[in-house]
């Protein structure tokens, strides 16, 4: 199978005026609005995504609609594509900033044979990268955290210095999968990063239905690893909350259980429908949490971003978004072969 | 009587049996507002309450195990799996557990439970939304496995199974949820565990099927008797324990059988019924057993090319019967 | 199947001396005397067990010894032979004292058909008792703790006022299993208690291979139910917490996570050899903390256990012990249509 | 060349491919210091120390899925589960990660790790200490399945296993484990993952077995050819990908096949070769497909009258082939 396509694609070399300040909350203005951009991009795809399926020209889309500041805060702290990542299908974001490009993503979507993830053979926003070592998203919620418990017992065994990075959401933590992951990120002190994106439902239940806790970091106790809860909304406030975790996990000193408390700003899938669980009042009070807007409004008022400087961003997600949509729709299915296998390999 | 679909039907019978026995309750995955991912408890939560309906946490496990637990406690716990692919990680419960504790009490624990599951592909589900698990269950004794293919049978074995001492592991073919439609009577009736059904009577040859398979079987014999090809069709219904005398009584009248499932073919289902005609019913042999069934690859691939070549469907089928029939 | 058969065993009247001390550390004489005798006794019977190992008359015993003082503690606070109790394979001395025969018990061990637990069927050490609401031990570890939130979920939602104790060894406690029934236990307040009998080991891995905390209690937090950790080798501290977690259980005001520290006085199973992984130094010093000779001298040094009513115990205890083996050791085999079934309940 | 048992065989092959390749190492319950509870990893803590033969927490799930994890990464992991019983817990991980993660990464992911377990019953171990599991997993495509039956085989075919670049789950007949003794050559070989073995040729019948089963066939055959049956018997081996060309020769060659397994008969390993042989090998066919197999109960009983009662052995084969043989 392929690679990752990057034909078409722009790169994000950035053009900041002189004048504007070139730093904020501690951080350059370069990596912040890298940092927009990666958000921004992440949201147009996601929204073209559900526009294609209302369209009924995809069979079925999950977003990552208001987790986008938490994934691009985390994934810039990574060494992106380098870091090992197990994402989980809210991860949009997050695999764009890691390496999958935009027309990689719409080829999952439209399951076509240049699909890198899978061929087609996987539901859309089921990622992964060989190159970029971006690890295969399954349905199973959870599975992956113990597996990256093992990609991190390697990393170690083997001496290497790359920590790994895994996601899930809240209501996953209660699988075993989780609970049996982070006993081994305690006792072996691994360079692990758990990621829970708490966005307070598990499709229809909400948390306190699903736990008797407030904080999901309250279960680190339990592990011996540290826990930490950030605001997910904030895109600067967490890097550096990871960037801090990532450090100590790459300096061997173990493990953390990371949250990002976040918004699920959209139905759990397309194949959802909230209203019998959401209020309207309450999609009203979570569209004011958006973390996009709020970003943009905040470097704006900083100076670090202009008006003009936005509306080229947007030209240039969309830009890229059409490309990626057009492309892949127009690209061929696998064959009906490649079905077939091969099943194991060589 | 009326005409309903195979999930209405299902629900009808939860619905009755929560208000027929108080020991019935629901528990799983969005049961309770959200009435299911497939809205098998549509409305079930409002009528009666948080007690009845439980929201779970996202742990298909402790379902189960929380299920046995309030079996052997009393209760008839009806668990929704969200997806038979996702009943995996409660393998061990189910297995070790649910199916092995009448057993190894020497009978004096009990375990009424039923697990429903929304099984099969051709839905779009990729590998992950698409599986047939019933071989791997109906290997365990003690465990009962039931797959309804219309909506009658689905209300009455659904209601069968939440009154049978045992746990019954309930599949539904999820692709027929809404496309399978047929009479369903109001009110109480069951159909019991246990018998297959001839649901066609035919001379040529036999097919055995479940769940969706039978209903596309039974547009591929409508098809091929057009054609003056006679299809007896079974469909099993009950997989474990199975009906022995009726797939064994068809085989003798035909001597020729074809088995279809969408399962991988290689230790599917269909394994077994070809093993016990090739045993038990080999003086009447007058051809190759021959299986119909998924390809051996690791799911159903989700593009949709990928997809149809994977799933058996009404032509697949009727090939085959035209296979079979000329041999 | 049979019920319980109490056939030759004598109860437990006790005749304390006029002159003796009514009470001890807040408890009455009468059941601490209970509770020494329970211990005893099952202590009688361990050994039993382990002799007839050596004689090669049975083919396996998996032993308590070390863990009698806990689970007597624990035993006492609950209303014995009401409440549910969803044993482990360790609970030799608690399943006695909740209506389990010293005979019950040896049927078991010989895998005689009048073995109430299994007619046979089950490896000895795997108990149950439907009159006494035992419920049924399974081998794969830490399956009964779920199973036991479904027991306590039952309760409460039938509006009963009987409590769930389950038992599991703190390397069990790393299953999956029991994330997930802390979680439940957490949600609905579930009248519950999950007894963590830490004895240091699982089979020969020491806890800190095992996790990386000191309390298998600290994991209470993580699901938002009480954590306790009494030492298991006092049985009157271990019922007093006991007495205290069922209450408040019982009361409908939640589940408690209640470790018992004690020790492992035998390897693992009369399978095991644990001069690998323990020293003899290590084996010394165990001994010493052997509970048993510890309760009989406090008592003593109380004057509410004399010489002679020590004597007295043991003497009837050996008699009941005799009497089981010789009556099991006689008892007839299972008839082979008993392995058949019946697999399905009518 | 020196004759070894099953267990020195296996511990051999793991000793050489652990100096021979550092990215193998070993985790699971009790394998460092205390060797294994049978011993199978006995003097590997001493000799490669705490990095390579790591104690696992008592949780299987996790250490099929940090091995599945570890594989990813570039190393090879074996892991030991304790009894192939105690492997349910980790079903899921193994069936829906583990053997999937190849196909569903199209072929960018690969997943090389051996899953080792003793299964199988006969030695006093009750339900849960006695389960045969090839069956179930047998029935997953991407899991190589593959069963030993004597010590040259083990060693070899073990270190095939740690060579692929698949899942391998690797059973071993822990009743063997010291009563199966055979000629182990010192130093590096395999046996190939695939083909089966014609272990004694004949002309009357063919007996198909794998591992413990296996040992007893040899056994049978070697009791019944004194009175003038020719037994051909083949060892399985590998259950999965099986070879069924070796499988489907050997009938045409007798026209008579018995299948002899421990695991429960309905829906065991024999269904499937039943169902080939009836299928692919209908015009051979001489007589019924036998199968000789574990009754279905849930699980092999404790008390020894009980388990004798389950427990296909020598004279339960024997008695089966001289009934074929006279078909
Ligand atoms: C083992 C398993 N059970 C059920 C599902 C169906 N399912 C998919 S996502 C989901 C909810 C996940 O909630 P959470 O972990 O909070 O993540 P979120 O979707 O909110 O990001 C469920 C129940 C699944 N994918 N896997
Ligand atoms: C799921 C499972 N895996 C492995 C085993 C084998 N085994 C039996 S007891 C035991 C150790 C248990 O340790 P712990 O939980 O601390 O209890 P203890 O025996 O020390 O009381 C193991 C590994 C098992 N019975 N079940
Ligand atoms: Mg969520
Ligand atoms: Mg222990």
Redesign the pocket.
Known sequence: MRGSISQGETSMVMTVAETAPRTLDGLPAELLLDMYYAMLRARRLDERCWLLHRQGKIAFHISGMGHEAAQIGIAFAMRRGEDHFLPYY?DLAMVLACGLTSLDVMLGVFGKKDDPSSGGRQMPEHFSLRSKNIYSVS???ATQVPQAAGVALAEKLKGGDRVAVTC?????TN?GDFHEALTWAGVHQLPLIVVV?N?G???SVPMVQEMAILHVSDRAGAYGVRGVTVDGLDPIATYKAAKESIDIARAGRGATLFEVRVV?LTP?SSDDDDTTYRSKEDKVTLKASDPLPKFREHLMQAGILTDQQDTEFGAKAMAEVDYAHQTAEAAPYPDVEWGAGPVYAP | MSEKTLIEAIREAMDEELARNSEVFITG??VGPRGGVFRATLGLFAKYGPTRIIDSP?A?LSIVAVGIGAAMNGLRPICEI??AD?IQ?AYNQIVNEAARIYYRTGGTFTVPMVIRAPYGGGIGGGLYHSQSIEATYSHVPGLKVVIPSNPYDAKGLLKSAIRDNNPVLFLEAKKGYRLIKGEVPEGDYTVPIGPANVTREGTDLTVYAYGMMHFYCQQAAEEVGKEGISVELVDLRTLNPLDKDTVLNSFKKTGKALIVYEDNRFLGYGAEIAAILADEGFNYMDAPIMRLAGPDVPGVPYSHPLQDWFMPGPKKIADAMRKLAAY
Chains 1, 3 share one sequence.
Request: aromatic share 12%; glycine share 8%; no cysteine.
């Open positions: 809210r349905s199973p919620v899930l959401g809240e209501g996953s699988q994106e966005n439902y598990a499709i699920r759990h | 995955e969005d996202l298909e969200q997806f996702f990680p």
